[in-house]
Structure formats: C-alpha cells, structure tokens
C-alpha cells in the first residue's frame, strides 16, 4: 500500500514538472497548425541595408511576417505588432517583417507615418514572398528554435491581446524546458 501511495505521488509530480509540449499549447482563434517541415532559408536586406538570414534565427522562436503598405490590414495590425515586440523583447523570440515588393522610401514612409519603430526587410522583387507564398496580406508564420514551421495566420491579429501574448509565452515554454 506504502509503495503505490510512493507510485502515484511520484507519477502526479512527473506529470506537472514535465516539460509543456507545443501540441499541448491552446491555440487562439486565427493561428492554424502548419507543421510544413523546414523554414525555406532566404537572405534579404533591412531598410538600414544590413543583411539578414533566417538560418541565423535558429534557437529562437520566430514570427515571420509578410506585410504592404497598401495593404490596410497591415495598416491596421502593425501598433499591436509594435506592442508585441515590447512586450517579448527579452524572451528568445525574433520578429521578422518583410516588406513585399515595395522600395526603401515607401516603406520607411510608411512605418514612419503610423509611428512605429519596427524594423523591416525588403523583398524588393518578391522572390522570397513568392517561395512563402502567403495566402494574402498579411501572413505571419510561426517558426520554431529548430527551424520547423509550426503556425501561421492569414489577415491581422490583435497579436498584443492577452490570449495570442500567452500562446506565445506557452510557446517559449515548451522548447526553453529540458525534455526528459
């Protein structure tokens, strides 16, 4: 009797220190599942001409983000993803904007005129955009530490409300924990 009572005690705290794995996590309302395997590598240049590649992102969740300045969703979306990147600034989590198709002067007008300091990449000639293919603007991906595609979300999100900033945090969890 001794020895199941130890058994059961010892299974129940398993159960609750065990690492919180990403199916486990709930996912909110606009976010699907989109386990498509290996993130496609690309090197684009930031509005600063700086370079950047998505392989070097490894170990760290990231969001991928695809977004126009015609686009009025993106328009829309962007304070709540400015609010997103505050609020994640220390976890390992990277947002990644890219810019479809446009120059440098349109899009630093226009993340200027709704006044956020997200910085973008530039898919000047929409060749990285269309080995992604979004399925319209904006798009964001959710890449895993490995470099897995795991989620995405077509049309603008309130990504700063509580419900996606928790799906999130859950997110960071379930990769930052040994697996046993």
């Not at 590649?53 to 983000?65: A, C, D, Q, Y």
């Not at 304070?79 to 997103?84: E, K, T, V």
């Not at 990147?85 to 446009?102: G, L, P």
Request: charged content about 25%; hydrophobic content about 40%; some cysteine.
């Amino acid at each position: 009797m001794k020895n199941t009572f130890k058994l059961i005690i010892a299974a129940l705290c398993l159960s609750v220190s065990g690492a919180i794995n990403a199916s486990d996590v709930k996912v909110p309302f606009g976010i699907r599942n989109y386990d498509i395997g290996s993130a496609q590598n690309f090197t684009l240049n930031d509005i600063d001409g700086e370079k950047f590649e998505l392989n070097n992102s490894k170990g760290h969740w990231v969001f991928l983000h695809f977004w126009a300045s015609w686009c009025g969703p993106c328009r829309e979306e962007m304070p709540a993803i400015q609010a997103l990147s505050e609020e994640m600034k220390d976890e390992k989590f990277q947002i990644v904007m890219i810019n479809t198709a446009e120059d440098e002067d349109t899009i630093f007008e226009f993340l200027a005129a709704i006044n956020v300091e997200l910085n973008s990449l530039m898919d000047v000639d929409g060749l990285v955009t269309e080995v992604w293919k979004p399925r319209g603007l904006p798009t964001s991906f959710l890449i895993d530490p490995k470099g897995k595609v795991k989620y995405q979300a077509i049309g603008g999100r309130e990504w700063n409300k509580p419900e996606y900033i928790k799906f999130l945090k859950k997110l960071l969890l379930s990769t930052d924990r040994p697996k046993k």
